[in-house]
Every structure is written in C-alpha cells, then in structure tokens.
C-alpha cells in the first residue's frame, strides 16, 4: 500500500499567493519527484531530488529533499491559474527498490 | 513528439471481453513501467520491465492481467475478462537509469470503463 503521506489533501487558493506542500514517510527514500497531473491526463515531472538536503528550483517551483530522507517539500511561488491540478510526490524505498511509491496527491486550485 | 505514447487514449467495454493496451515508451529508455490509477489515488505500481524482461510484478497484477514488451521497445498490458473492479486509468511510464539514478516520464494513460 501507499507509504507516504502528502498534505494538504487540497488547497484553494488566490491567483498570486505561494503555496507549499509536503509529503512524509516512516520509510527512507532515496530519491523524492515531484509530479503535477492534469485532468485525465499523465503525470508530468517537475522537479527530481536525489541527495538529501537538496533544494532544487524550476521557474516558480522549488523542491527540498529533507535532511532525514523521510520527507520532502514542494512550493509554488506567485501561483496563475494554470498551476491548477494534482500534485504528487514519489520516491523509491531506499535499499535497491526500483519501484516508487506515489502519495495521494495535493488538489490545487486557483482562483483568478 | 518524442514523449511516452499510449494508445488508446480510452476503451469502453463490456464485463467479460479482453482489452489490450499499447504503450511506446521514449526511444533511449530501457525501463517500461505499467500502473493503474483510480480516482483520489496516485499511481499504483503493477509491473515494469528492462528492456524485454519483466522484472516485478504488483499483487495487483491478478492473473487476468498479463503484460509483454517482446523487443525491449514498445509494450502491451493485456487483461482478459474484464471487471468493473477494473475500471481506471492505465498508465506507462518509462525510464533511463543513468548514474544510479532514475526518472519516470509518464505517458497520457489509457482510460477504462468497464459496463
């Protein structure tokens, strides 16, 4: 079953404002992704992590991978109505496993 | 386009038919993953293969549900007899392990309703 934990569940929010996210895990992961997913669509990758500690930036978005392995963070800076959708994050269990794990997502809205 | 493609994009059918997906992954990438997803949840790991051999496969992955990659290319994910219970969106993914590290591009997932 599903081991890590995203919060908030959804969000609603103005155009403008930064929004942040997170997702959680008792396992250690040893590499976080951030995907957003549209409508009946696939997930897209937006950013990937691979060393802890990491802070990463991709235009507006930037991603941490948490100094203990077990969490990582994702915000949207001045956010436009386009950010709307699911946001995921995704990891590999550390130890060799190939397969990620996906959370269940953080709903986002915004309001113009 | 030189992103993962699914086809079809959605399948409607009947409880008890077989249906057969199709999904090209990124040329260079060695890595095909299938998954399914329901609504409210992320993706679900079912099986994956490198290159032409099928490496792992979900408890998920009842025995109705069969999956190939022949040719280490393309892949198909087949299940017979269908269920409502399988009604959802099957996506592939595909990746290239480079430097011990890996990252999945996501295709835009087959959408199936089971009647």
């Known amino acids: 079953g599903q081991q890590l934990n995203q919060s908030p569940q959804s969000m609603f929010i103005q155009e403008g404002e930064d929004v942040s996210m997170n997702c959680t895990s008792s396992s250690i992961f040893n590499t976080w992704l951030w995907y957003k997913q549209d409508p009946g669509e696939g997930p897209v990758l937006l950013i990937a992590l691979y060393k802890a500690g990491e802070l990463t930036s991709n235009g507006r978005l930037t991603a941490q991978f948490g100094i203990t392995r077990k969490d990582s963070f994702l915000n949207i800076s001045a956010s436009i109505p386009s950010d709307v959708g699911i946001y995921f994050c995704a990891g590999p269990l550390s130890g060799g496993s190939y397969i990620p794990t996906f959370g269940r997502g953080t709903s986002l809205i915004v309001h113009p | 386009d030189t992103g993962v493609s699914q086809d079809p994009r959605h399948k409607i059918t009947k409880r008890g038919q077989n249906v057969t997906f199709r999904c090209d992954p990124i040329?260079?990438?060695?890595?095909l993953y299938w998954y399914r997803q329901t609504l409210g949840q992320g993706p679900e790991f079912l099986t994956y293969f490198q290159n032409e051999a099928q490496l792992e496969k979900s408890r998920l992955l009842s025995d109705r549900f069969s999956a190939e990659r022949p040719k280490g290319s393309f892949s198909t994910l087949e299940i017979q007899r269908t269920e409502q219970g399988d009604s959802a969106m099957y996506l592939c993914?595909?990746?290239?392990?480079?430097?011990?590290?890996?990252?999945?591009?996501f295709g835009p997932g087959t959408r199936l309703l089971v009647l």
């Open positions: 040329s260079e990438h060695n890595r």
């Open positions: 993914a595909s990746s290239l392990v480079e430097w011990g590290a890996e990252t999945q591009y």
